[in-house]
């Protein structure tokens, strides 16, 4: 009974492995269907796919002005707390008191990546940026401001 299931496991084990050696060899022939990236070799031109998610950014136009009205929607849907949406009051032109963004606070370190809070934004003030390389020695870095230091909310965004 022993020696039967030894010599089964035996043969099952190089079954096994020429399944293994089958598929290696298919790609020896088929270059160019591999999608596995020789990182960091290929740096220069490394191509991301369409789907890939690094992290959530805001982002502004060449005069320093975003989408973002500091509704808060994507602080609500954020499942873990990633994000903080601080808002003061600006005074318009014709003295009266509105909301805006002070701050929008993004903890990478948290993010899942999930996208709930880029699909809650209704102005599309905040998408998904494809950066990665997030590793630091001090995880306060790991906190962004998305919104860039004097930074103004685009004309006619409500
Ligand atoms: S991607 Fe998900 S986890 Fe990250 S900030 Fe948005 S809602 Fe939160
Ligand atoms: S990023 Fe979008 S959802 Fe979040 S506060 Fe700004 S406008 Fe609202």
Redesign the pocket.
Same mark, same amino acid.
Request: overall charge neutral; proline content about 4%.
């Given at each position: 009974m022993f020696i039967t299931n030894y010599i089964k496991d035996v043969f099952g084990a190089l079954k096994s492995l020429a399944v293994g050696l089958k598929r290696t060899g298919y790609y020896f022939t088929h270059h160019k269907e591999i999608i596995t990236e020789q990182y960091p070799d290929n740096r220069d031109t490394l191509v991301m796919a369409d789907r890939f998610?690094g992290e959530?950014v805001m982002p502004h136009n060449e005069n320093n002005e975003h989408k973002c009205t500091g509704c808060t929607a994507?602080e609500l #849907? @954020?499942? /873990?707390a990633?994000?903080k949406v601080i808002t003061k009051f600006d005074i318009t032109p014709e003295g009266k008191k509105k909301k805006a963004i002070d701050k929008l606070v993004?903890h990478l370190e %948290? @993010?899942? $990546? @999930? /996208? %709930? @809070?880029?699909v #809650?934004c209704p102005s599309d003030a905040i998408v $998904?940026a494809q950066t990665f390389e997030h590793s630091v020695y001090d995880r306060s870095e790991l906190t962004k401001v998305l919104n860039k230091p004097d930074s103004k909310i685009m004309e006619g965004i409500e």
């Amino acid at each position: 009974m022993f020696i039967t299931n030894y010599i089964k496991d035996v043969f099952g084990a190089l079954k096994s492995l020429a399944v293994g050696l089958k598929r290696t060899g298919y790609y020896f022939t088929h270059h160019k269907e591999i999608i596995t990236e020789q990182y960091p070799d290929n740096r220069d031109t490394l191509v991301m796919a369409d789907r890939f998610k690094g992290e959530v950014v805001m982002p502004h136009n060449e005069n320093n002005e975003h989408k973002c009205t500091g509704c808060t929607a994507c602080e609500l #849907a @954020c499942p /873990n707390a990633t994000i903080k949406v601080i808002t003061k009051f600006d005074i318009t032109p014709e003295g009266k008191k509105k909301k805006a963004i002070d701050k929008l606070v993004y903890h990478l370190e %948290l @993010c899942t $990546m @999930c /996208n %709930l @809070c880029v699909v #809650a934004c209704p102005s599309d003030a905040i998408v $998904m940026a494809q950066t990665f390389e997030h590793s630091v020695y001090d995880r306060s870095e790991l906190t962004k401001v998305l919104n860039k230091p004097d930074s103004k909310i685009m004309e006619g965004i409500e």
